[in-house]
Protein backbone atom coordinates (compact mmCIF):
# COMPACT_ATOMS: atom_id res chain seq x y z
CA UNK A 1 0.00 0.00 0.00
CA UNK A 2 1.55 2.93 -1.07
CA UNK A 3 2.10 5.87 1.72
CA UNK A 4 -0.73 8.83 1.69
CA UNK A 5 0.32 11.85 0.97
CA UNK A 6 -0.25 15.14 3.37
CA UNK A 7 -2.94 16.50 0.99
CA UNK A 8 -4.64 13.08 1.17
CA UNK A 9 -4.70 12.90 5.04
CA UNK A 10 -6.38 16.43 4.65
CA UNK A 11 -8.60 15.46 2.23
CA UNK A 12 -9.31 11.89 4.36
CA UNK A 13 -9.79 14.24 7.31
CA UNK A 14 -12.32 17.02 5.90
CA UNK A 15 -14.34 13.33 4.74
CA UNK A 16 -14.86 12.41 8.07
CA UNK A 17 -14.92 15.71 9.71
CA UNK A 18 -18.03 16.31 7.18
CA UNK A 19 -19.49 12.61 8.06
CA UNK A 20 -19.29 13.30 12.09
CA UNK A 21 -20.58 16.84 12.05
CA UNK A 22 -23.60 15.21 9.70
CA UNK A 23 -24.63 12.09 12.41
CA UNK A 24 -24.21 14.55 15.13
CA UNK A 25 -26.25 17.45 13.40
CA UNK A 26 -28.97 14.96 12.53
CA UNK A 27 -28.93 12.49 15.97
CA UNK A 28 -28.18 14.71 18.40
CA UNK A 29 -31.67 16.26 19.06
CA UNK A 30 -33.12 12.94 18.67
CA UNK A 31 -30.88 11.82 21.51
CA UNK A 32 -31.12 14.42 24.03
CA UNK A 33 -34.97 14.44 23.53
CA UNK A 34 -35.11 10.28 24.58
CA UNK A 35 -32.76 11.39 27.15
CA UNK A 36 -35.52 13.99 28.29
CA UNK A 37 -38.44 11.69 27.68
CA UNK A 38 -36.73 8.97 29.99
CA UNK A 39 -36.15 11.13 32.71
CA UNK A 40 -38.88 13.35 32.66
CA UNK A 41 -41.51 12.94 36.20
CA UNK A 42 -44.43 13.44 34.34
CA UNK A 43 -43.62 10.79 31.81
CA UNK A 44 -46.01 7.38 32.03
CA UNK A 45 -44.45 3.90 32.39
CA UNK A 46 -46.27 3.33 28.99
CA UNK A 47 -44.55 6.42 27.44
CA UNK A 48 -41.59 5.41 28.76
CA UNK A 49 -42.04 2.13 27.04
CA UNK A 50 -42.85 3.30 23.70
CA UNK A 51 -39.69 5.64 23.80
CA UNK A 52 -37.61 2.12 24.74
CA UNK A 53 -39.01 -0.09 22.00
CA UNK A 54 -38.76 2.44 19.19
CA UNK A 55 -35.02 3.51 20.28
CA UNK A 56 -34.73 0.12 20.05
CA UNK A 57 -36.00 -0.56 16.35
CA UNK A 58 -34.20 2.26 14.99
CA UNK A 59 -31.23 0.94 16.32
CA UNK A 60 -31.63 -1.98 14.58
CA UNK A 61 -32.47 -0.31 10.84
CA UNK A 62 -29.51 1.73 11.99
CA UNK A 63 -27.05 -1.30 12.34
CA UNK A 64 -28.83 -2.32 8.97
CA UNK A 65 -27.79 1.18 7.49
CA UNK A 66 -24.08 0.60 8.47
CA UNK A 67 -24.41 -2.89 7.16
CA UNK A 68 -26.29 -2.50 3.88
CA UNK A 69 -24.56 1.05 3.45
CA UNK A 70 -27.80 2.96 2.97
CA UNK A 71 -29.01 6.08 3.84
CA UNK A 72 -31.86 5.60 5.48
CA UNK A 73 -33.95 8.64 7.35
CA UNK A 74 -36.10 6.65 8.71
CA UNK A 75 -34.68 5.68 12.31
CA UNK A 76 -35.20 9.31 13.91
CA UNK A 77 -38.86 9.54 12.83
CA UNK A 78 -39.43 5.99 14.10
CA UNK A 79 -37.84 7.78 17.34
CA UNK A 80 -40.39 10.90 16.80
CA UNK A 81 -43.08 8.31 17.08
CA UNK A 82 -42.22 6.67 20.38
CA UNK A 83 -41.29 10.17 21.92
CA UNK A 84 -44.54 11.59 20.65
CA UNK A 85 -46.21 9.37 22.77
CA UNK A 86 -44.44 9.86 25.58
CA UNK A 87 -43.96 14.20 25.18
CA UNK A 88 -45.96 15.25 22.62
CA UNK A 89 -46.45 18.44 24.39
CA UNK A 90 -42.86 19.34 24.16
CA UNK A 91 -42.24 17.93 20.31
CA UNK A 92 -42.81 20.64 17.93
CA UNK A 93 -39.27 22.35 18.62
CA UNK A 94 -37.89 18.94 17.92
CA UNK A 95 -39.62 19.10 14.55
CA UNK A 96 -38.32 22.19 14.02
CA UNK A 97 -34.89 21.18 14.28
CA UNK A 98 -34.86 18.44 12.77
CA UNK A 99 -36.44 20.07 9.54
CA UNK A 100 -33.52 22.36 9.45
CA UNK A 101 -30.61 20.07 9.92
CA UNK A 102 -32.66 17.84 7.11
CA UNK A 103 -32.37 20.72 5.06
CA UNK A 104 -28.31 21.56 5.43
CA UNK A 105 -27.61 17.67 5.41
CA UNK A 106 -29.21 17.37 2.06
CA UNK A 107 -27.90 20.83 0.52
CA UNK A 108 -24.77 21.39 2.17
CA UNK A 109 -22.82 18.25 4.03
CA UNK A 110 -24.12 15.87 1.68
CA UNK A 111 -22.57 17.05 -1.23
CA UNK A 112 -19.77 17.90 0.95
CA UNK A 113 -19.07 14.52 1.89
CA UNK A 114 -19.74 12.88 -1.60
CA UNK A 115 -17.37 15.41 -2.88
CA UNK A 116 -14.22 14.79 0.00
CA UNK A 117 -15.03 10.82 -0.90
CA UNK A 118 -14.36 11.59 -4.73
CA UNK A 119 -11.82 13.51 -3.96
CA UNK A 120 -9.68 10.69 -1.58
CA UNK A 121 -10.25 8.15 -4.15
CA UNK A 122 -8.45 10.02 -6.41
CA UNK A 123 -5.76 11.18 -3.93
CA UNK A 124 -5.44 7.70 -2.83
CA UNK A 125 -4.86 6.76 -7.24
CA UNK A 126 -2.33 9.73 -7.40
CA UNK A 127 -0.17 8.52 -4.75
CA UNK A 128 -0.34 4.70 -5.43
CA UNK A 129 1.18 5.98 -9.19
CA UNK A 130 3.84 8.04 -7.34
CA UNK A 131 5.02 5.07 -5.49
CA UNK A 132 4.92 3.23 -8.18
CA UNK A 133 6.88 5.10 -10.46
CA UNK A 134 9.43 5.56 -7.35
CA UNK A 135 9.76 2.01 -6.70
CA UNK A 136 10.02 1.74 -11.11
CA UNK A 137 12.85 4.50 -10.27
CA UNK A 138 14.82 2.37 -7.64
CA UNK A 139 14.80 -0.22 -9.72
CA UNK A 140 16.58 1.33 -12.92
Same mark, same amino acid.
Given at each position: ??????YTK?????????RIL???????????????????????????????????????????????????????? /?? +????? =?????? %?? *? $? #? /?? +????? =?????? %?? *? $? #???YRS?? =????????????????????
Amino acid at each position: MAKSSEYTKVCRMKLWLYRILDLLILFAPVVIYVIIALTKDGVTVTGRVSVVGTVCIALILSLFNIIAQKRLRCPIW /IC +LIGLY =IAIKEY %LL *P $L #I /II +LAVVT =ILDDLI %LT *P $L #ISYYRSKL =IANKAIDERIADGELREGKE
